[in-house]
C-alpha cells in the first residue's frame, strides 16, 4: 500500500520551459514534504521543502506546492536544464513526530536541449 | 567536511550467504538509517540508529540488521541472502538527512 504515490515514471520536457512533477499522498497525518533528486551512481540529494502549514515554497527555479485538501503536491522547475534530468523523489514525513520520510517510486525527467 | 561514504559500491554474492555493508556517517551526524532502493522503486526505509541503538524499523525482517559505532559509523549485515535482496541500498545520516551513494547488492 503506497502512501507516497508518483504516478508518471517519466517526463520530458524542452530546454527552457516548465517541468511539472505530480505526487499524492494518502496519510493525512504527513505535515512535511520533501524532493530528493538523483544522478545515477549517486545518492539522492535533497532538493527543497515544505511544511503543511505552507501551501507554496520557492528556492531559485524550483517552486513546490501542496494542496492539503487534495493530498497533493507539485514540483515546478522554471525554466528547465539539461543538468535537471535525473530521477526526481517526493517523499513525506510526520506521521505522529517521526521524522523518516516515505519515498515515492520517483519520476525520471530528462530536458532536452 | 566530508560527506556519507559507502562501501562496496558494488558486490555479487549468492542465495543464502551473508552480506555486511558499511557506511560512514558526514561529520557532526548523530544519526544513521538506512535504505533499500529496488529496480523502479524509491527508497524504502529498513531501520535507523541513534546512539548505537536502533530507534525505528521499517518492514524488513529480523534477518536485515544493524550496528551503529561509537563514530556514528554503520553497518547493515542480511543474512540468507534471497533473490528479491538485490537492490541498492543507501545510507543517509541525519540531521539533515543526507545520503551516500549506495552499495548495489546483486544476488545470485
Known amino acids: 500500500d503506497q502512501q507516497v504515490k508518483q504516478n508518471s515514471p517519466s517526463l520530458s520536457v524542452q530546454e527552457g520551459r516548465i517541468s511539472i512533477l505530480n505526487c499524492d499522498y494518502t496519510?493525512?497525518?504527513?505535515?512535511?514534504f520533501l524532493w530528493y533528486k538523483k544522478y545515477p551512481a549517486e545518492g539522492p540529494t535533497f532538493l527543497i521543502s515544505?511544511?503543511?502549514?505552507?501551501d507554496k515554497n520557492e528556492d531559485g527555479r524550483f517552486t513546490v506546492f501542496l494542496n492539503k485538501s487534495a493530498k497533493h503536491l507539485s514540483l515546478h522547475i522554471v525554466p528547465s536544464q539539461p543538468g535537471d534530468s535525473a530521477v526526481y523523489f517526493c517523499?513525506?514525513?510526520?506521521?505522529?513526530?517521526?521524522?523518516?520520510?516515505?519515498f515515492g517510486r520517483g519520476t525520471s525527467l530528462i530536458v532536452h536541449p | 567536511e566530508t560527506g556519507v561514504t559507502q562501501s562496496p559500491t558494488h558486490l555479487i554474492k549468492t542465495r543464502g550467504q551473508q552480506v555486511t555493508l558499511r557506511c560512514s556517517s558526514q561529520?557532526?551526524?548523530?544519526?544513521v538509517s538506512w535504505y533499500q532502493q529496488a529496480l523502479g522503486q524509491g527508497p524504502q526505509f529498513i531501520f535507523q540508529?541513534?546512539?548505537?541503538?536502533?530507534?525505528g524499523r521499517g518492514n524488513f525482517p529480523p534477518r536485515f540488521s544493524g550496528l551503529q559505532f561509537p563514530n556514528y559509523s554503520s553497518e547493515l549485515n542480511v543474512n540468507a541472502l534471497e533473490l528479491d535482496d538485490s537492490a541498492l541500498y543507501l545510507c543517509?545520516?541525519?540531521?539533515?538527512?543526507?545520503f551516500g551513494a549506495g552499495s548495489r547488492l546483486t544476488v545470485l
Open positions: 543517509a545520516s541525519s540531521p539533515p538527512l543526507t
Open positions: 540508529y541513534y546512539r548505537e541503538e536502533e530507534n
Open positions: 496519510n493525512s497525518m504527513f505535515d512535511y
Open positions: 517523499a513525506a514525513s510526520g506521521n505522529g513526530g517521526s521524522y523518516i520520510p516515505t
Open positions: 561529520s557532526g551526524h548523530n544519526t
Open positions: 515544505i511544511s503543511s502549514i505552507k
